[in-house]
Antibody, heavy 120, light 108 residues
Framework: QITLKESGPTLVKPTQTLTLTCNFS??????????VAWIRQPPGKALEWLAL???????RYSPFLKSRLTITKDTSNNQVVLTMTNMDPVDTATYYC????????????WGQGALVTVSS | SYELTQPPSVSVAPGQTARITCGGN??????VNWYQQKPGQAPVLVVY???DRPSGIPERFSGSNSGNMATLIISGVEAGDEADYSC???????????FGPGTTVTVL
């Protein structure tokens, strides 16, 4: 059974850096083709893909936020970490991590999400 | 960048068929995925690759995709199907996973 769970601060101040951790189980990030993504959703708004790291450590970022994002993986601890710099109130959202099955273009399983509020 | 359009809301009576559209330029050439999201919950994949269902998803959920429109079809709608539904594709031109704005399905 695949599970993912996000953790991190619930409140960050403008200009600070956000660090979120995704702990997962039920699959290995060393399996060929597998990936873990970060996706966010501002309150009442649409889902927005942020970043994805593949089993081979290849990384992809949203072209709109690329300069602010870094995604890394720790396969020994089954974790994926996302950092986002220079946080702004418009970045207030629920942040999800999600499992991308081998060689697919979809997100098969999602974590419960973590609400992050950006406010001074 | 590639954009997807969806109607904000769809209303349907119990037992009837709901059709939720997702528009995009030549979307018929893309592989479209659909997610169901109930209030306060994470999205759940209900249809992938235009018309396939993950295990555990009822046969009432199906999909089609052609031309500039993809459609999620929910047959025999139940009260528990009330949720937001979002379509998603991968845009190879920008190497970007794109989501639609979402459609709220209300069961009358």
């Amino acid at each position: 059974q695949i599970t993912l769970k996000e953790s991190g601060p619930t409140l960050v101040k403008p200009t600070q850096t956000l660090t979120l951790t995704c702990n997962f189980s039920g699959f290995s990030l060393t399996t060929v083709g597998v990936g873990v993504a970060w996706i966010r959703q501002p309150p009442g708004k649409a889902l927005e893909w942020l970043a994805l790291v593949y089993w081979n450590d290849d990384k992809r970022y949203s072209p709109f936020l690329k300069s602010r994002l870094t995604i890394t993986k720790d396969t020994s601890n089954n974790q994926v970490v996302l950092t986002m710099t220079n946080m702004d109130p418009v970045d207030t959202a629920t942040y999800y991590c999600a499992y991308r099955a081998s060689r697919s273009l979809r997100f098969d399983k999602w974590g419960q999400g973590a609400l992050v509020t950006v406010s001074s | 960048s590639y954009e997807l359009t969806q109607p904000p809301s769809v209303s349907v009576a119990p037992g009837q068929t709901a059709r939720i559209t997702c528009g995009g330029n030549n979307i018929g050439r893309q592989s479209v995925n659909w997610y169901q999201q109930k209030p306060g919950q994470a999205p759940v994949l209900v249809v992938y690759a235009d018309s396939d269902r993950p295990s555990g998803i009822p046969e009432r959920f199906s999909g089609s995709n052609s031309g500039n429109m993809a459609t999620l079809i929910i047959s025999g709608v139940e009260a528990g199907d009330e949720a937001d539904y979002s379509c998603q594709v991968w845009d190879s031109n920008s190497d970007n996973y794109v989501f639609g704005p979402g459609t709220t399905v209300t069961v009358l």
